[in-house]
């Protein structure tokens, strides 16, 4: 249970609510054995697709995580049946990371969860609420990238 005290550290706010959504969100898909950071990469690919190749480094840049830890979460997946990769063509350097279409599933159960997830976090509040959450959120992270 959250502290109702007013004075609540903001950043333990955060994260107590950061958590809250990975356990649920991990809860609600784990028949499918993927991480968080595993699905993020999983809806940016599908977001991607149509448009140009996705090498790790896109990814890594999405994530703003370590190219290591990009490399070992990519493995996963592919050991998983979620995605392949291949060295790029024109750039011997570049590992470009597609689809397999095994996701597809997956997808149709992620839309309705995330939707259910955001209805649910923001119950009870007014559109002009909702758009100032947006705003100070984003503001916040702007505030601590600096």
């Not at 809860?27 to 996705?54: A, C, H, W």
């Not at 470009?96 to 997808?107: A, R």
Request: charged share 35%; aromatic share 6%; with cysteine.
């Amino acid at each position: 249970m959250l502290d109702s005290d007013k004075n609540a550290n903001i950043g333990s706010l955060i994260k107590v609510l950061s958590d809250a959504i990975s356990k649920k969100a991990k809860n609600d898909f784990k028949e499918y054995n993927l991480t968080m950071q595993q699905i993020k990469i999983l809806s940016y690919l599908k977001q991607m697709e149509g448009r140009e190749p996705v090498s790790q480094k896109d990814i890594q840049d999405y994530l703003r995580i370590a190219h290591p830890t990009v490399v070992s979460i990519l493995k996963g997946m592919e050991a998983k049946g979620f995605i392949k990769t291949h060295t790029c063509e024109t750039d011997k350097r570049m590992k470009i990371v597609c689809l397999t279409g095994k996701e597809n599933d997956f997808f149709e159960k992620v839309i309705i969860g995330r939707k259910k997830m955001e209805n649910q976090i923001l119950k009870g509040m007014t559109e002009d609420e909702k758009e100032h959450l947006r705003d100070y959120l984003k503001r916040m992270y702007e505030n601590i990238k600096e």
